[in-house]
């Protein structure tokens, strides 16, 4: 068999796995923790995509999911990948494993083939779950980056309260973000730090415009 038919074998099981997944979300998981979804509606299918969202519960991983047809390659910590369940899904979802400090060039070199295949990559820039009063947690340093070598849009996914059981939760999709001015350059710290600073405050905004939109629903309920 080549190596071409089995590529094409081993994506084509990772799309059903997907599929079948999504099943199990819409008809099983979405009836205990519902969310709705504001901004950008159209599914993310034309593309490769970094989809970067904030992180608050394990239960983030499905807006994105959910918000294209295609497999979703989350970065993830390495320790996720080493027992139990959370092993063998990572492994079934084709996760990238990255070190605690978030540089890892295998992982980096990992996710720049998936997006040149026209894959999509999923990021929670904070590392781990805030489970603070913060906006955000600080950023860790990578998915800019990564949008600039391989010239992919990033699509911010925000969320202001943590999902919960039995209570609607509230996520926002901005649109592509574009890193333009960085492509087909060197790019030095300063571009690096420039460049995480606007995914943060494109975030950091959209943030602010959910929050809006709840509380002016809020006072007119009341």
Request: charged share 30%.
């Amino acid at each position: 068999m080549s190596e071409t038919v089995k590529k094409k074998k081993k994506l084509s099981k990772l799309y059903k796995w997907f599929r079948f997944m999504r099943r199990i979300y819409r008809f099983v998981v979405f009836p205990i923790y519902p969310y709705k979804r504001y901004g950008h509606k159209e599914r993310y299918n034309d593309r490769a995509y970094i989809m970067v969202g904030n992180h608050k519960s394990v239960m983030d991983v499905f807006p994105i999911a959910m918000a294209t047809d295609q497999p979703v390659h989350y970065i993830a910590k390495s320790e996720l990948f080493e027992k139990g369940i959370s092993k063998w899904f990572t492994k079934k979802c084709e996760c990238i494993p990255v070190s605690r400090d978030g540089t890892d060039v295998r992982a980096m070199m990992h996710a720049i083939k998936i997006l040149k295949q026209g894959g999509i990559i999923g990021i929670f820039p904070e590392g781990k779950r805030n489970k603070t009063e913060a906006k955000f947690l600080p950023f860790k340093s990578g998915a800019a980056t990564l949008a600039i070598k391989t010239q992919t849009p990033i699509i911010p996914v925000v969320q202001v309260r943590k999902i919960k059981a039995f209570k609607t939760a509230h996520v926002y999709y901005g649109e592509p973000l574009e890193f333009t001015e960085f492509y087909d350059k060197k790019l030095t710290p300063e571009d690096i730090e420039r460049a995480d600073k606007i995914l943060y405050d494109r975030m950091s905004e959209i943030y602010d415009v959910l929050e809006n939109i709840l509380n002016a629903t809020k006072r007119k309920r009341k």
